[in-house]
């Protein structure tokens, strides 16, 4: 009896330190992460050409851009492969918004092996894109200097 009594307790005792822990911290607003480094990398990647998945991929990096946390510590690359090559062919809409994210210090790269499998030619992409060996590589490399990687799903159709 007395063990049980002693387990009654302890249990109230745990049940009000948990209470007392969620009231302080509900009492707390929540704002976030804390971007404490100096810099911070990310690189995009675009493998589909639909205009959706174009669209999305430039919101998310306008939007990081835009995040008033990492201000003056960002640095953002899109990497195109695949059918993401689309991004980057002239008169398709987006040279304004290119143009724009590259003033603001956004790395633009094609990958050279997708445009060496699709044989689309490389006068066919605006001529302030950069071209890279590799996406993959590209990547990979990105990733091991600390860079997150991002890769934006094409939206659904029916949305």
Known sequence: METFSLARRLAAVLTLLIGLTTAVHAAEPFHG???????YGAIFQIDSGSPGAIKKT???IENL???PRLKGKI?????????????YVKNNGFEDRL???QAQGVLLAQC????RELHIDRNDLYPFISVVP????EITLRESEGWAYI???PPDSSM
């Open 33 to 39: 992460a804390r971007a404490s480094r100096d810099h």
């Open 58 to 60: 430039l919101n998310n």
């Open 65 to 67: 851009l835009g995040d």
């Open 75 to 87: 640095r953002i690359e899109l990497i195109a492969n695949a059918q993401g090559f689309a991004v």
């Open 99 to 101: 143009k724009k994210l």
């Open 112 to 115: 050279a092996n997708t445009l």
């Open 134 to 137: 590799s996406g993959m590589g």
């Open 151 to 153: 890769h934006p799903t």
